[in-house]
């Protein structure tokens, strides 16, 4: 027994004989309709679902090449040559070259990043003296012996004054850059000094021993695995060593003896390593004279305008350091790659 539709209205009691009975089809009672109807809206949403997942898709891609796009454009903005003044400050000003930190390769206070620093400072017609405003423990004397010789250089050909003011410290690489200026200054509390050398390591051959461990290193060359922690040290090995620290101290102590001249009281103790507060640096004539920088702007410079030359490694910069030229074949392999928009 077929059991009545919604969709039939129709009395059931009435016979074919009957005189209110009319006989219809399947399609005017509206059987079909509704599945035609069902089928429709079901084909509309499907094609409605795949127009938005093409749609979310084009946007997905376009989305990553604008933001590589933004990413390019920001590195080459940051990457262009900046500073805190702009070029060829008219006004009479006193230029400020920051060093800073470690004085080392690739650090902020690089002889590349000092060095084009000093160039500008110096070149810049308003710049009526240059400052290095130090406050560095040392570093490197490689960098330290560049900087000092551009100093020299670049103050002889622009026939500008230099002169260092020490803050908290000026020691050791960054004193090897000081003397190069025509005058230090100190606070009476900065610590300056400390001309020497010095190269460090650790030994564990003496620990290995009580572990039993075993170092198997091979070479080629009796002394390439000179220096090496974890190997016995010889006396040759360290009397080679010992040379190459006294030539670097000796190369040290010649460019204080020029810098600070006939103003240096040298003792037995000013080229021993040593360091001391300002007010004694100045008694022993490693510096000259108490004063900060703005003293110095005021005071001997006769411009009080400060403009900061000192150029800092920026984000791009130290992106490109670190991860090289990867990341832009690896932006251009993704954006490659991609789906063409349809």
Not at 44 to 59: F, P
Not at 329 to 339: D, S, Y
Request: hydrophobic letters at 40%; a neutral charge.
């Amino acid at each position: 027994m077929t059991e009545p539709t919604l969709h039939d209205t129709q009395d059931l009691t009435a016979s074919p004989e009957s005189p209110g009975f009319q006989k219809t089809s399947g399609a005017a009672r509206g059987d079909a309709a509704p599945t035609d109807s069902w089928e429709r809206k079901t084909l509309e949403k499907l094609a409605m679902s795949a127009l938005n997942e093409q749609r979310l898709a084009r946007r997905w891609r376009n989305g990553i090449r604008v933001a590589w796009l933004t990413f390019f454009i920001a590195l080459v903005w940051m990457g262009m040559d900046r500073r805190g003044a702009s070029t060829d400050v008219a006004t009479p000003h006193t230029a400020i070259v920051k060093i800073e930190g470690e004085i080392a390769s690739g650090a902020e206070s690089s002889a590349e990043l000092v060095v084009a620093a000093m160039r500008s400072a110096f070149e810049d017609k308003g710049a009526q003296a240059v400052v290095l405003l130090i406050n560095s423990p040392g570093g490197s004397p490689v960098q330290a012996g560049i900087i000092n010789d551009e100093v020299r250089r670049l103050k002889t050909l622009h026939q500008k004054p230099v002169y260092a003011v020490v803050e908290e410290t000026c020691a050791s690489a960054a004193y090897y850059i000081a003397v190069g200026a025509d005058k230090i200054f100190v606070d009476k509390a900065s610590v300056v000094g400390s001309i020497g050398v010095l190269m460090d390591g650790f030994g564990f051959t003496g620990l290995m021993d009580k572990l039993g461990v075993e170092r198997r290193l091979m070479t080629a060359g009796e002394n390439k695995g000179f220096m090496d922690p974890f190997s016995p040290q010889t006396e040759t090995q360290r009397a080679f060593a010992q040379t190459m620290l006294n030539q670097i101290h000796q190369q040290f102590i010649a460019v204080v003896k020029q810098g600070r001249g006939a103003r240096l009281k040298e003792t037995p103790e000013t080229f021993s390593g040593l360091f001391w507060t300002g007010q004694q640096a100045i008694d022993i004539g490693l510096a000259d004279q108490l004063g900060n920088v703005d003293f110095v702007a005021r005071e001997v410079v006769k411009a009080e305008e400060l403009i900061d030359y000192t150029r800092k490694e920026n984000v791009a910069e130290r992106l490109v350091r670190r991860f090289g030229a990867s990341i832009g074949e690896g932006a251009v392999r993704a954006i490659r790659t991609l789906p063409a928009v349809r």
